[in-house]
Structures are given as structure tokens and as C-alpha cells.
């Protein structure tokens, strides 16, 4: 089932912050953050496991909330180039099959100066 | 530089043509994916391969092929095209360990007239 991302659209002037959901019906595994810039291939962002952690790598955080079956992805005084579509992959198992990862449909997140 | 390099771009081909569509990959990954990515449908996946002659069905195969002869080239064949296939196709790739893709290729913008 595919996992549900909010807001799907945000708009935001630089040096903002943001933050994207990833909402699952279904326990999760893991999650996996990708940010595509328009007619550009996705580029993946982290991974977090069932275990609660936080990651993070310059500005971009990201949470993993087991019980709420959900993830967040923070964006920290966002820069121009953040701008893009971010969405969310999400699995229920640890191993296994690549059918087991299902994407959101992405979050459109404008940055202006 | 790692690389995921898709041939076509932009194709358009009429309904009832056999289509190909290539990629190649020069990281040495043992997995490849092709997904097609539809505007509120998130990314889908049609077929992966684990290893050289291996594939899988993902969660859409229906009305295609894939061909995996050596480890760096995955194609996805198209065997009759119906307008229903228009879609932008990604192909993928990550090491052998991990179901999640890890590197795109730029995508292929396919219409079927």
C-alpha cells in the first residue's frame, strides 16, 4: 500500500524550514528519502530503520517514528538548490523482495529567493 | 563519477510497436530495477534482476519483458505498446545487498501515439 506524504506541495523563501511527512497504514521497516530535481534523476538521501533513529547530513534531517508508522524529513534553513520533489519509499520487511518497497507520491518543495 | 546511463531520452512510438528501452550501469551492482513513474502514483516498480539471467516480477510486469545478458545492461521491452504504457521509465541500480534503489538513471520519457 502506498505510503501517504503531506504536504504535497510547499512553498518557502530561503533560509525557511520545512518539514515532509511519510504516513503508512502498515508497520514499518525502513524508510528511504529521495529528492528529484525537475528532469533530473532522483537522488537517494538516507535510509532509516525500525528503531526509532534520526539521520541527518547538512541541513536534511530525517525521523522514524515506529508507532506512528511514520517518518519526517526535515529541512533546516533550506537554500535554493533544495528545491524539488522529495518522496518517500517505505518498506515492511528487513529482507527480501524489491517488491517490498512502495513510494509515495512526492512533495513538491519550492524554494524562493 | 558513478553512472546510470539510459539511451533515449524522449521516444515516441506508435501502438502495437515492440519497444526497447536500455540502461546501463558502470558501478559492477548485481541489482537493477526499471520502474515507471506516473504523476500521483509514485513510482512503480515493473521488474527487477538480481544477477546476470535473473529477474523478477515487480508489482506492474503486465506487457513486459526484461532482458538482463550481462551484469552492466538491463533493457525493458515493450512487446506491443498501447497508449496505456505512455510513462516516464526509470531504471535503476544499487549493490547486492540492499532491494532499494540507490542510482537512477536520468529517465526515459516514453509516448505511445
Known amino acids: 500500500q502506498q505510503p501517504v506524504q503531506s504536504p504535497q506541495a510547499v512553498i518557502l523563501r530561503e533560509g525557511e524550514d520545512a518539514v515532509i511527512n511519510c504516513s503508512s497504514s502498515?508497520?514499518?521497516?525502513?524508510v528511504h528519502w529521495y529528492r528529484q530535481k525537475h528532469g533530473e534523476a532522483p537522488v537517494f538521501l538516507m535510509i532509516?530503520?525500525?528503531?526509532?533513529e534520526q539521520k541527518g547530513h547538512d541541513k536534511i534531517s530525517a525521523s522514524f517514528n515506529e508507532k506512528k508508522q511514520q517518518s519526517s524529513l526535515y529541512l533546516t534553513a533550506s537554500q535554493l538548490s533544495y528545491s524539488g520533489t522529495y518522496f518517500c519509499?517505505?518498506?515492511?520487511?528487513?529482507?527480501?523482495?524489491?517488491?517490498?518497497?512502495?513510494f509515495g507520491s512526492g512533495t513538491q518543495l519550492t524554494v524562493l529567493p | 563519477d558513478v553512472k546510470v546511463t539510459q539511451s533515449s531520452r524522449y521516444l515516441v512510438k506508435r501502438t502495437g510497436e515492440k519497444v526497447f528501452l536500455e540502461c546501463v550501469q558502470d558501478?559492477?551492482?548485481?541489482?537493477m530495477f526499471w520502474y515507471r513513474q506516473d504523476p500521483g502514483l509514485g513510482l512503480r516498480l515493473i521488474y527487477f534482476s538480481y544477477d546476470v539471467k535473473m529477474k523478477e516480477k515487480g508489482d506492474i510486469p503486465e506487457g513486459y519483458s526484461v532482458s538482463r545478458e550481462k551484469k552492466e545492461r538491463f533493457s525493458l521491452i515493450l512487446e506491443s505498446a498501447s497508449t496505456n504504457q505512455t510513462s516516464m521509465y526509470l531504471c535503476a541500480s544499487c549493490t547486492g545487498t540492499g532491494v532499494q534503489p540507490q542510482h537512477f538513471g536520468d529517465g526515459a520519457r516514453l509516448s505511445i501515439l
Open positions: 558501478m559492477d551492482h548485481e541489482n
Open positions: 532509516l530503520l525500525k528503531g526509532g
Open positions: 519509499g517505505t518498506s515492511k520487511q528487513s529482507s527480501g523482495s524489491a517488491r517490498q518497497l512502495t
Open positions: 502498515k508497520a514499518l521497516y525502513s
